[in-house]
């Protein structure tokens, strides 16, 4: 503000009077106006970012960004409901951790915040093992008094005081707070000795653990030990102590190689290798006092905090819960099941674990219940992972009831049910093959005694996909049905049998994956029960269907390594004699006579075999100039249209190119092919080394179908990309991906293996613009290599993910993002010299070869001499004419 002076006044009485009065400052209220400026900006973004999180609840960027958001604006209660919400949705990092337990710790002033920071510090050590936050731990635990504060300590030594690197930290917390409380009694306070006692008790542990610096422990404890008790004492603890340095030599390495390891999976097998030493040096006797097995709990919590992801993850934490269970406490068990649900909850092997500790403890019905449905709150990676979640429940609920009970009952089929459509809806036809009604079904038969519920079930299941033709499901309902007695409902002959006889009869008509058992089970049927024709009737049906399924298996088998020609030689099999036969012919030729150009001898023709073996269409007869070769699906509708076929082969869509109609190289036949378009013909060549896998040349009926399935190149298929590419008859290698700088196109390195999807990749850069393409670069055998190229419909888009992409923090890892400019790939080809082979225009050697009837010499740098042997008087060399060489050859 301005004060402003007025010396002028018409009403003035004196000369030195004046007038005052105060203006706003222009600056401050600028100040204002931009403060509501970034406020209104703030709240604009609070809002953006809130819809991104209803969007996409796992995007941990826009958790952390709304967090800090909500901290600008000063909005407390909001920062709070926010952070909450962030941990319970997902794995907090170490510093996202720190930073709000910083922030509590400043707000916390009342006693009722103790429980409140300790809850805060007990949910971080769940999600990671963290030195900074243990510290923390600590300082604020001496900070609010003696009890409170030795109750927290003794909470961090349960989880960290055995870390041989740095658990000496926390057992110094510790002694500073047993010798401040004894610094305050006075020489005749009834509690000085047993202080005392707690001062000499953390001196011990001191020195008794293979702690790094833990020798610095021995003089104050030997001093205070002779004070309170006596020299066989402070020798037995000194054996001790010996055995911890000893202990603590050992495994020295191991932490030197931490300290300097930065690769995750280097550092995991050093974990691995860590932890199976420690394990071996717990089963010797004179280490049982270095506490062994709260050592292996620290490193598996190093371990699975600094560098294990995917299924490295999922084992340590699953040897970290069985090692728990066995070695330790009830409460300490249940800790490490809560820090393995944390860090991996979409598996559900630690769901199941932590129901079975909770069915073990005797917990009720509700609470196990409610286990279940965090589980399935967070989401299991596959159906697999679903099933067994819901199976391990279902198990404990069979556990749980009481068969003579009809609630219990009753609410036993209630979650099956509900787990059967739960399954169905969440995962579509994927659980049409579930495990779940079979156990429903048995537990119908078994245990409730209601085989009528029971065989509903089963023909609920025969309605769900090709259930009804496999024989995992026929199998248990013809077991359980003969398990109920052929004669139930009218003895031996009657309706029983007879109810019995026609489902066997229906399952030998249905099943088609494996009808020998279902043959088995009914001949064992017919003998125990039925009468001659009964007896015969089955064998030939049995006979029929076994004999029907054998030679389409073996017609299905014969298809798909490239159909196998019964009753011809095989040929071009070569043995050793041959090979040594052929170096003796080759011997002979280069001795003797030269082979003419118009002579077909052994060698030529078998490589003009092999040349044709490549060939997709095959003639099935010679006057048939038209035909393809059939596939082994279109047998029957040949038979009636062959005349058409033939007349037609001139026109229509099989008139089309062979090149265009056909598709080379596809790593992994399945029977996806056949979605793309009708097939002419399909022959597959298996194990070729040179490809990894088996290459099919697959012909279809029109070039339209070649480009369908050109779509779906690198598309996994069972964890193998597809590799697809068009048939070209002089075999040129091509790259369909531009070699030139792509403006709207990203390069990106370094990706995590686990985030290498193209729906992860698609949730990171999406945000930044229209995608046009994610593509993932991988092995031949499927498995990601950390790059991925991501396309964007225009530069801008590209530019602006570029900036803000470079450096992110995407899992253990930081992506490196640069613009798509390949390098330019040098020109390798060798430039011809005389008495090199040349190769001819399909890329093969040409049969002549010059090399072996040119002398040496010639074949070497000629001297400062010309060929014809005079002087050119320069340095400069005279080219040699098709003339001299000839002249040359002749010897002239």
């Known amino acids: 503000m301005a004060i402003v002076e007025d010396g002028v006044r018409n009403d003035s009485e004196e000369d030195n009077e004046i007038e005052v009065y105060v203006e706003e400052d222009d600056a401050d209220q600028d100040s204002d106006d931009s403060d509501d400026d970034d406020e209104e900006v703030s ?35 909001k920062w709070r409901f926010a952070f909450d919400r962030f941990q319970q949705t997902m794995l907090l990092r170490p510093e996202h951790w720190l930073l709000r337990l910083q922030t509590e710790e400043t707000l916390a002033h009342s006693a009722q915040s103790i429980e409140f920071m300790a809850d805060l510090f007990n949910q971080a050590s769940y999600d990671c093992y ?9 300082s604020w635990a001496m900070s609010i008094g003696t009890e409170d504060g030795r109750a927290q300590i003794e909470e961090v030594l349960k989880r960290a005081g055995s870390d041989p ?42 020195v008794s653990r293979p702690l790094l610096r833990g020798d610095e422990g021995w003089q104050p404890f030997e001093e205070m030990a002779l004070e309170l008790k006596d020299q066989t004492y402070v020798d037995k603890v000194k054996k001790q102590h010996e055995a911890a340095l000893e202990y603590l030599h050992k495994i020295t390495p191991f932490e030197d190689k931490l300290l300097i390891m930065e690769d995750p999976a280097e550092k995991a097998q050093i974990y691995l290798e860590y932890i199976e030493l420690v394990k071996e ?25 600094q560098c294990a992801t995917g299924e490295v993850l999922h084992d340590l934490l699953f040897e970290y819960a069985k090692h728990s269970q066995q070695n330790s406490s009830r409460m300490t068990t249940r800790r490490v099941l809560e820090a393995c649900v944390r860090r991996c909850p979409s598996k559900h092997t630690f769901w199941t674990l932590k129901m079975q500790q909770a069915e073990h403890e005797e917990a009720d019905f509700d609470e196990i219940k409610s286990i279940l449905e965090i589980a399935l709150s967070k989401g299991m990676e596959s159906y697999l992972q679903a099933e067994s979640l819901w199976m391990s429940y279902l198990e404990f609920c069979r556990r749980r009831t009481d068969f003579d009970k009809e609630s219990d009952v009753d609410r036993l089929r209630r979650t099956f049910r509900l787990a059967w459509d739960s399954l169905g809806e969440a995962w579509g036809s994927e659980a049409n093959d579930c495990e779940l009604p079979l156990f429903w079904a048995h537990v119908e038969y078994k245990r409730m005694k209601d085989p009528k519920q029971g065989k509903e079930i089963f023909e609920e299941i025969f309605k769900y996909g090709e259930n009804i033709t496999l024989c995992k499901y026929w199998e248990p309902l013809l077991q359980l049905e003969s398990e109920r007695g052929a004669g139930v409902e009218g003895g031996v002959g009657g309706a029983g049998e007879q109810r019995l006889r026609e489902l066997h009869r229906r399952a030998m008509r249905c099943v088609r994956d494996y009808p020998p058992t279902i043959a088995r089970l009914w001949q064992n049927f017919e003998r125990l029960y039925g009468h001659l024709d ?21 017609a299905m088998r014969d298809k798909m390594t490239g159909g196998a020609q019964k009753g011809k030689p095989v040929q071009n099999k070569k043995t050793k004699f041959d090979d040594k036969k052929k170096i003796k012919d080759k011997q002979q030729l280069g001795k003797g006579k030269r082979k003419s150009g118009d002579e077909d001898g052994e060698g030529s023709g078998v490589k003009r075999r092999k040349e044709s073996e490549m060939d997709v269409e095959v003639k099935v007869k010679e006057n048939d100039t038209g035909g393809v070769k059939r596939s082994l699906d279109e047998d029957k509708e040949v038979k009636d249209n062959k005349r058409q076929r033939t007349d037609s082969s001139s026109s229509g869509p099989l008139s089309a190119g062979r090149e265009a109609c056909t598709l080379i190289r596809i790593y992994n036949l399945r029977d996806k092919l056949s979605e793309f378009g009708d097939i002419v013909s399909l022959r597959v060549k298996a194990g070729v080394k040179a490809f990894g896998g088996s290459i099919c040349y697959c012909q279809y009926k029109t070039p339209e179908s070649v480009e369908e399935a050109i779509k779906q190149d690198r598309t996994p298929l069972d964890g193998r990309p597809m590799f697809l590419s068009k048939y070209s008859v002089n075999k040129s290698k091509s790259f369909k991906y531009a070699t030139t700088a792509e403006r709207n196109k990203l390069f990106v390195r370094n990706l995590p293996y686990d985030k290498c999807t193209k729906e992860d990749l698609t949730k990171v850069f999406d945000k930044y613009g229209t995608l046009k393409d994610v593509r993932i670069v991988t092995f031949k055998d499927g498995k990601p290599k950390g790059l991925a190229y991501i396309e964007y419909e225009d530069e801008a888009s590209a530019s602006e993910a570029l900036k803000q992409t470079d450096g992110l923090q995407l899992g253990d890892r930081k992506l490196q993002v640069a613009v798509s400019e390949p390098p330019p790939k040098p020109n390798t080809a060798p430039t011809p010299t005389l008495g090199q082979a040349k190769r001819d225009a399909a890329g093969g050697m040409r049969r002549t070869q010059l090399s072996s009837f040119i ?19 320069h340095e400069d060399k005279k080219p040699l004419t098709n003339t001299d060489f000839r002249n040359m050859l002749l010897n002239k």
Do not use: M
């Open 130 to 138: 963290s030195i900074p936050i243990l510290n923390l731990w600590c």
């Open 534 to 554: 009964n007896v015969t009737q089955c064998a030939k049906l049995s006979i029929d269907k076994v004999k029907e399924w054998r030679k389409n298996y073996h």
């Open 165 to 206: 690197f740095s658990g000496k930290l926390f057992w110094e917390a510790r002694l500073e707070l047993e010798k401040t409380k004894l610094q305050s009694l006075g020489e005749d306070h009834p509690d000085l000795k047993s202080q005392k006692q707690h001062v000499l008790w953390v001196l011990e542990e001191v």
């Open 281 to 305: 040096l717990s089963k010797q006797d004179k280490y049982l006092e270095c506490d062994s097995n709260s050592i292996l709990r620290v490193l598996y919590e190093r371990a699975t905090t």
């Open 43 to 77: 709240e604009r973004k609070v809002l953006d970012l809130e819809s991104q999180i209803a969007d996409d609840p796992y995007n941990y960027n826009a958790h952390v960004e709304l967090i800090q958001t909500l901290w600008s604006l000063s909005e407390l209660d």
């Open 855 to 873: 002398p040496s010499v010639l074949q070497k740098p000629s001297t400062s001499k010309a060929s014809n042997g005079q002087d050119n008087g």
